[in-house]
């Protein structure tokens, strides 16, 4: 079975997607040149711009807490920076006090994640886990987190931790898809148009593992609340992109953007006690070497909400 859901629905929604946020609408041409305008004078410059220091993410302080929120209005993402160690103390609780001191509540149940929801990262040699790219050592491909999710469990928060980094590598290459968007239209207004069929990219369904999942069928981009949303997944397996020339040309001029070294493109190893605080922005993850003494650590968060100001 294949689900689908055009953009900006969700169920009992009746309003039509573009009513809070005019500029995403591909028609809107005056709206989205204001938007575009405002979006970009704000813009980060670089990683640096991006950082946050942060005593203890377990108790963020009120100036921390604003000055997160900022940088996810300005760009959708954020990176913290501990200033200390934190011996001893549990780091999966310190990120999800973090996550519920940002409005982060509904965590997404993954099969693989620990039971409380958060999902520790790390090398797995065998067992189910060690089958899963996440759980080696090697690259991950540009996505979006949770792009194989039904509508209903939409991840629109996403939360990382560093704990302990590799011996070598494992930097995440970040992107905001809002930057993304930009982008695109710039160039040809009708790769927003076709990213925005609610079939231009489906995932097949998988029962592997106990799993059960249906075949997902969706937009890349969409509206939520007058927001911009993306599902996306740079692999080309187990995916099929709808056959329409327009939305082969735009998702090869996704890779285009995603592989070039434009501004709004970001680089950062997390180190220990630092993180990522994001809605959803593009990442990847580059392959890394552990020390076997030591090796890399983080916890992820998914959540169904979204870090939103207001
Ligand atoms: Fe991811």
Redo the contacts with the bound molecule.
């Keep these: 079975m294949t689900r689908e859901y055009a953009s900006g629905e969700a169920p009992g929604n009746r309003v039509p997607p573009y009513a809070a946020a005019p500029h995403f609408d591909p028609d809107d041409e005056s709206a989205y040149a204001a938007w575009r305008k405002a979006r970009l004078a704000g813009y980060p410059a670089r990683i640096a711009d991006l950082l946050v220091e942060v005593d203890d993410i377990a108790q963020p302080t009120a100036d921390e807490r604003r000055r997160l929120m900022f940088l996810v209005a300005a760009c959708n993402m954020a990176v913290y920076v501990e200033r200390r160690p934190h011996p001893g103390r549990d780091d999966k609780q310190a990120l999800r006090a973090l996550g519920l001191s940002l409005g982060l509540a509904r965590l997404d149940g993954n099969h693989l994640a620990d039971d409380d929801g958060i999902t520790p990262l790390a090398v797995h040699r065998d067992g189910t886990r060690s089958r899963y790219i ?1 759980y080696t050592d090697r690259p ?1 491909a540009w ?1 979006t ?1 949770g792009y194989y999710n039904e509508a209903t469990q939409r991840v629109r928060g ?1 939360l990382l931790h560093c704990s302990r980094p590799a011996a070598q590598g494992g930097e995440n290459r970040l992107m905001d898809p809002e930057a993304l968007y930009i982008g695109l239209r710039d160039e040809n207004p009708d790769w927003i148009r076709a990213l925005m069929r609610s079939d231009a990219m489906t995932i097949p369904g998988n029962d592997e593992d106990g799993m059960t999942r249906p075949a997902v069928s969706g937009p890349v981009f969409f509206v939520e609340e007058g927001r911009l949303a993306m599902r996306y997944t740079a692999r080309t397996r187990s995916i099929e992109w709808h056959a329409d020339p327009m939305v082969q040309e735009a998702a090869a001029a996704i890779r285009r953007h995603l592989d070039g070294s434009g501004p709004t493109l970001f680089q950062a190893r997390l180190e220990a006690g630092w993180g990522l605080v994001s809605n959803n922005v593009l ?1 990847t ?1 580059e392959p890394f070497a552990d020390d076997a003494a030591a090796p890399r650590l983080l916890y ?1 968060a998914r959540y169904h909400d979204r870090i939103s100001a207001e």
């Design positions: 996440p991950i996505h987190d996403l990442h993850r992820r």
